[in-house]
């Protein structure tokens, strides 16, 4: 179990008036689960950075080991798109309903055949299975860029994500996301700091969420036409959402007007599942509009 104690505090520069509150597819259909809950830690300091900011752009993949399909989507995201756009662009893979049962589990499409043993892990989270409800995922696999298009045209195939990518990346920066992560071998407790500064003045509800990745795990995979074998042993997960920080839908920053150069700094404190490989884990942060859920920016770093 990830453990949190966690949350948000206000630091430095707010200004007067701030608030602070805070293709082929295959069909798929999960369960809802409710937010986690958090805690404060007042702890956290930045010390002051001007330096120029960029747009960074988030992809959210939905896929699971049992869609066959899947592993086309993945192979091109992380193989060709990433290295195309460098750390400008945050990937979140997320691993949500029946296509992700395991084997042997209710509800599990586990087809006939695959090997003794095979396909047990869970890389489902009670987070990726609210924003998978939430967005309407109904196919696989399927990208979300930037959350923009809510509610009925946020899901893309494959050969749209490119287009929707560069799109994103003619918007100004809006925001900067600064993340501090201090972690304990011994313990396994990880201190995760957010610092979150407006670039404009602006008048809105704007949500932070911050979640844990786990990348490179080699697990099974079902690959629809993969030679030798459909059922891929070792086959590498990448960027696997593991958890939230703050809520499945995060907490909210302002709510209200806010200043230009408004700054707000959030402290988490949480201890990382003896399961996961710590070297391999990585903090995503992002905010986002609580009315459409677009994403104004993302920053990611890995724990160690």
């Known amino acids: 179990m990830f453990t949190k104690i966690k ?14 509150l805070l293709m082929q597819c295959d069909k798929i259909e999960g369960p809802v689960h409710q937010e986690q809950s958090s805690q404060v ?21 939905y896929t699971g080991f049992l869609c066959g399909n899947c592993p086309i989507g993945s192979v091109y995201l992380n193989d060709t798109l990433q290295p195309l756009y460098g750390d400008s662009l945050v990937v979140i893979s997320v691993h949500a309903g029946s296509f992700s049962i395991p084997c042997g589990t209710t509800g599990s499409v586990c087809p006939p055949g695959v090997p003794s043993g095979s396909f047990q892990t869970d890389f489902k989270s009670p987070t990726g299975q609210d924003w998978f409800s939430l967005f309407g995922v109904n196919w696989y696999p399927v990208g979300i860029v930037d959350r923009i298009g809510y509610p009925n045209a946020m899901l893309s195939a494959k050969t749209q994500w490119k287009t929707k990518i560069n799109n994103e990346f003619t918007r100004a920066p809006e925001a900067r996301i600064r993340i501090q992560n201090t972690y304990d071998e011994a313990t396994r407790k990880l201190r995760t700091c957010v610092e979150t500064k407006f670039l ?25 036409n993969h030679v030798p074998d459909e059922y ?3 086959y ?22 806010y200043a230009a150069d408004s700054t707000i700094v959030s402290g988490y404190v949480s201890t990382i599942n003896p399961a996961w490989d710590a070297d391999h884990c990585i903090v995503v942060a992002f905010v986002y509009d609580a009315g459409n859920y677009r994403v104004l920016q993302v920053e990611d770093l890995h724990v160690k």
Not at 13 to 20: C, E, I, K, R
Request: proline content about 4%; some cysteine.
């Open 232 to 234: 891929v042993n070792g």
């Open 7 to 20: 949350k948000y505090i206000v630091t430095a520069t707010l200004l007067p008036l701030m608030a602070v």
């Open 200 to 224: 404009n003045a602006g008048t809105d509800t704007l949500k932070l969420q911050v979640v844990l990745l786990e990348d490179s795990v080699p697990d099974w995979q079902l690959w629809y």
């Open 236 to 257: 590498m997960h990448r960027h696997i959402l593991r958890t939230d920080l703050n809520g499945s839908f995060g907490t909210t920053l302002v709510s209200g007007t």
């Open 41 to 61: 830690d007042t702890t956290c300091s930045f010390v002051a950075d001007n330096s120029p900011v960029k747009k960074k752009v988030l992809i959210e993949e």
